[in-house]
């Protein structure tokens, strides 16, 4: 297991931006595959981004639109999700989750135990 901090939720203005960071723990950081997830009260939760252990390959979910970028720096053991062009829609906690084994996404997402506590994002409609 890793230990993943969220930090960068607030409120934001539609069509804003808020950069979210996530450190983690431990000194195995760059073998684990990153990912963020959303969830908004009474909506399923849904995968928004997911990197690789070196940052090479990258997923991002269809509703992204290239408003978001993943990136990530092992030596800091720090993932972030720049957040552009926020949509009223997209209020949710926001989660940082990390994987052993592949990429998260909504098919594959990240088993108990990788996942932070999440950091709100708030976009007033």
């Known amino acids: 297991q890793v230990l993943l901090v969220e930090s960068g939720g607030g409120l934001v203005q539609a069509g804003g931006s808020l950069r979210l960071s996530c450190a983690a723990s431990?000194?195995?950081?760059?073998?684990?595959?990153m990912g963020w997830f959303r969830q908004a009260p009474g909506k399923e939760r849904e995968c928004v981004a997911g990197?690789?252990?070196?940052?090479?390959?990258?997923y991002y979910a269809d509703f992204v639109e290239a408003r978001f970028t993943v990136s990530r720096d092992n030596a800091k053991n720090t993932v972030w999700l720049p957040m552009n062009r926020l949509k009223p829609e997209e209020p949710a906690t926001y989660y940082c989750?990390?994987?052993?084994?592949?990429?998260?996404?909504?098919?594959?997402?990240?088993?108990?135990?990788?996942w932070g506590q999440g950091t709100p994002v708030t976009v007033p409609s």
């Open positions: 989750t990390a994987d052993p084994d592949r990429v998260p996404t909504d098919l594959y997402p990240p088993p108990p135990g990788y």
């Open positions: 431990g000194r195995t950081f760059s073998s684990y595959a």
């Open positions: 990197i690789n252990w070196s940052g090479g390959t990258t």
